[in-house]
C-alpha cells in the first residue's frame, strides 16, 4: 500500500475534494513501467487539476501531477530495468492519466526519459515541466539565430516558474536578460538569477494604435500572451524572435501582422506535452549542462502532499514564486 492525493468530484453539486488516500498496485492504471515516486512538483496545470479540473481531467476520481522523477521498480520494456531513475513530464499524465501526486506510478515506457546524469530527482522537479518548457524556448530561439551580444532578451512572467529557469538560463548562457514581472518585491530574487533589467508588467500590458515601437528586444520568452505579447511583437529587433510558451494573460492576440511583415520577426510555438523523445534528451542533457543549480536551488520551495490544495489555488491567483518540489514520500 502506498499513498496518493486522490481528487473526486461529487456528481450532484459539480464541487471537487482532494484528500490523501491508501491505495494499492492493483488501483493504479495499466503501462509498461512502475516507478517509485520521489519527488513531483506544481504548475498551472497542476492548479486546475487539483481543483475544478478547468476541462483537463477526464473522469474521477484522479491524481493530478503532470511531473515526476523516481526510480524504476518494473518493467516490461527492454529501455528500462529496475533501479534505473528516469524523469516525466507531458504526455497529458496528471490530466488523462493519473500523475504524480502518489508515491507509487505506473506510465507508459514511451513517457520516460533517462535522469540525466548531473542532475538529482529533486533537482529535475524543481526543472519539472516548467524548466523544460524554457529551454526549449531557448533551443527554439537558438535555432533562429539567437546569439548572446546581440541585445537584452525580455522575459514575460519572469517570478513564475518558466520565467525563473529561463532568467537564469539565459544568464549563464550570457545573455542580458530583461525580466518582465507585476511583483516588485521579486527584484532581488530576480536579479539574483542573472536578471540586468526589471521592466514592470504595467508598462507592456497596454494594447497601442502604433503597429510598431522602437526596437528593443534581441529576443523573447513570453509566458502571458494577449495584449503583452501583441504589444511586444511591435518592439522586437529586425528578424528576432519570440518563443511562446503560456497564456497567462489569455489566449487573444489582438496584434497585427505587421511586426512579421516590415521586420521580419517570428513567433514561435512552444510546446512540452508531446515532444519527441530525441528532443527530450536534448533538452535534458543542455538543463544539467546549462542551468547554475545554485540558482535553481534559490527557486526552490519544499512541500508535501498535504500542502497541494492550498498550492494549488495560489499558483492559480498568481502567488507562487520559483519552483515547488513536492516529496510525495514526506
Excluded at 21 to 32: E, K, M, Q, R, V
Aim: aromatic share 6%; glycine share 12%; hydrophobic share 45%.
Amino acid at each position: 500500500m502506498f499513498n496518493a492525493l486522490l481528487v473526486d468530484k461529487n456528481t450532484e453539486t459539480g464541487n471537487t475534494e482532494a484528500r490523501i488516500t491508501s491505495l494499492s498496485i492493483d488501483d493504479l492504471p495499466a503501462g509498461d513501467v512502475l516507478v517509485a515516486v520521489d519527488y513531483s512538483t506544481v504548475n498551472y496545470k497542476d492548479g486546475l487539476c487539483l481543483g475544478a479540473g478547468g476541462g483537463l481531467v477526464r473522469s474521477y476520481p484522479h491524481i493530478p501531477g503532470i511531473d515526476f522523477a523516481g526510480t524504476v521498480e518494473a518493467s516490461q520494456d527492454a529501455r528500462f530495468t529496475p533501479g534505473d531513475k528516469v524523469v516525466l513530464t507531458g504526455w497529458r499524465v496528471g490530466e488523462v492519466h493519473w500523475g504524480g501526486y502518489s508515491q507509487k506510478a505506473r506510465v507508459n515506457a514511451d513517457w520516460l526519459v533517462p535522469l540525466p546524469e548531473g542532475l538529482t530527482p529533486r533537482q529535475a522537479m524543481a526543472v519539472g515541466t516548467a524548466g523544460f518548457t524554457a529551454m526549449l524556448a531557448v533551443l527554439g530561439l537558438e535555432k533562429q539565430g539567437l546569439k548572446p551580444g546581440a541585445g537584452p532578451v525580455l522575459v514575460t512572467g519572469a517570478a513564475g516558474g518558466v520565467g525563473s529557469v529561463a532568467t537564469a538560463l539565459l544568464a549563464n548562457l550570457g545573455y542580458d536578460v530583461a525580466a518582465v514581472t507585476g511583483r516588485p518585491e521579486t527584484e532581488s530574487y530576480l536579479r539574483a538569477l542573472g536578471a540586468t533589467q526589471l521592466v514592470p508588467r504595467s508598462s507592456l500590458s497596454e494594447t497601442v494604435k502604433r503597429p510598431l515601437e522602437s526596437e528593443a528586444w534581441a529576443g523573447c520568452i513570453d509566458a502571458v500572451g494577449s495584449s503583452m505579447l501583441a504589444r511586444i511583437l511591435g518592439q522586437m529587433q529586425y528578424g528576432a524572435s519570440v518563443a511562446a510558451v503560456g497564456l497567462a494573460g489569455g489566449a487573444d492576440l489582438p496584434a497585427t501582422v505587421i511586426p512579421f511583415l516590415l521586420r521580419g520577426v517570428n513567433l514561435l510555438g512552444v510546446d512540452s506535452v508531446l515532444q519527441p523523445y530525441e528532443n527530450r534528451r536534448v533538452a535534458w542533457e543542455r538543463l544539467a549542462k546549462d542551468l547554475p543549480l545554485e540558482k535553481l536551488e534559490s527557486m526552490i520551495q519544499v512541500a508535501q502532499l498535504s500542502d497541494l490544495p492550498q498550492l494549488g489555488r495560489d499558483i492559480l491567483d498568481g502567488q507562487v514564486k520559483g519552483r515547488i518540489v513536492v516529496d510525495v514520500n514526506a
